[in-house]
């Protein structure tokens, strides 16, 4: 039972008050409360979760990616999304290619610090399969794979312009076009 409780009360689903009692807090029973009870259970993060983080770190690697990226920089970024587009077309699961996306745009920052909080977060979700789980699913939608590729597409116009705040605001969009296909897949 204690453990039960404790599971709750990291989930954010209870509120332990020593001498007061558990209760159940204010968003105890909203959707994203219910994903993090089962990411805990399979001793996992929650996808949402996830997303906050990269949302918290990708765009500013965006932004620094188009002050400092090298050409070699970007031939690599060219290379994953036309190996993303490749495995759209045939019908494949583009999920490597897209997450080795992210991790070398992380990596043309060039600021280390965040390459390495982006390969951390890049390596959850690759182990994760909770996370696994909720994004094939996200990506079974019609059109999503197509949808994704040309967000990265996008993101790699404005790094290559140089265009800093363009990058920064289209990678900050396109995780709130995966947050929403993963609360898509949870609502």
Not at 72 to 80: A, P, S, T, V
Not at 109 to 119: Q, R, T, Y
Request: glycine letters at 6%.
């Amino acid at each position: 039972m204690r453990e039960a409780i404790r599971v709750l009360e990291q989930a954010g689903v209870l509120s332990v008050r020593m001498g007061s009692g558990t209760y159940v807090s204010d968003d105890g029973g909203s959707e994203a409360a219910a994903l993090r009870v089962l990411a805990a259970l399979q001793g996992d993060h929650s996808p949402l979760d996830i997303i906050v983080g990269r949302r918290g770190l990708e765009p500013e690697c965006a932004r620094l990616a188009a002050q400092h990226a090298h050409a070699g920089d970007l031939r690599e970024l060219q290379r994953l999304i036309a190996a993303q587009a490749k495995c759209v077309a045939d019908g494949t699961d583009p999920s490597e290619a897209d997450l080795d996306f992210h991790l070398a745009l992380s990596q043309a920052s060039h600021n280390s610090v965040l390459a390495a909080l982006v390969e951390h977060l890049t390596e959850m979700m690759r182990r994760q399969s909770l996370w696994r789980e909720i994004k094939s699913r996200s990506l079974s939608h019609p059109g999503r794979t197509e949808r994704y590729l040309a967000e990265h597409r996008e993101i790699l116009e404005h790094v290559s312009e140089r265009n800093h705040d363009a990058a920064a605001e289209s990678m900050a969009a396109h995780l709130d076009s995966i947050a929403a296909g993963l609360r898509d897949e949870v609502g």
